[in-house]
């Protein structure tokens, strides 16, 4: 395990983080509509393997790539911003330290061209 992961909270805190981020997510009024069609379950799932991969987590992630996950999304930066910061304050809620938050947004940010097609 690497020491990001660690600093997450390993695989429970990578639960709990994806919990709630998804909570906030659907309660949103400009994120929300994005995941009214969405099988919450699965991708709650899909998005614990990947952050725990993400984070050097011994979990295996093996979905599709970032670009084909997302692609006919037409995600905007303001989409992107917006997800990535409910995920860093929700990180920073559950007791996630400064710097280990800061470090996730910088990962999330070199995937930006991946997501964002819009």
């Not at 009214?36 to 984070?55: G, N, T």
Request: overall charge negative; charged content about 25%; proline content about 3%.
């Amino acid at each position: 395990m690497t020491e990001l992961y660690d600093e997450v909270g390993g695989p429970d805190g990578v639960r709990t983080a994806v919990a709630l981020l998804y909570r906030r997510v659907v309660a949103d009024d400009e994120l929300g509509p994005w995941f009214r069609d969405v099988d919450l379950d699965r991708l709650r799932s899909h998005q614990r393997a990947f952050l725990s991969a993400a984070f050097g987590g011994p979990q295996v992630f093996s979905g599709r790539g970032l670009a084909d996950a997302h692609a006919g999304l037409e995600i905007t930066d303001a989409a992107f911003d917006r997800i990535v910061q409910t995920l860093l304050t929700s990180l920073a809620d559950l007791g996630v330290g400064h710097g280990a938050v800061a470090r996730v947004g910088e990962r999330l940010e070199r995937v930006r061209g991946e997501i964002v097609t819009a």
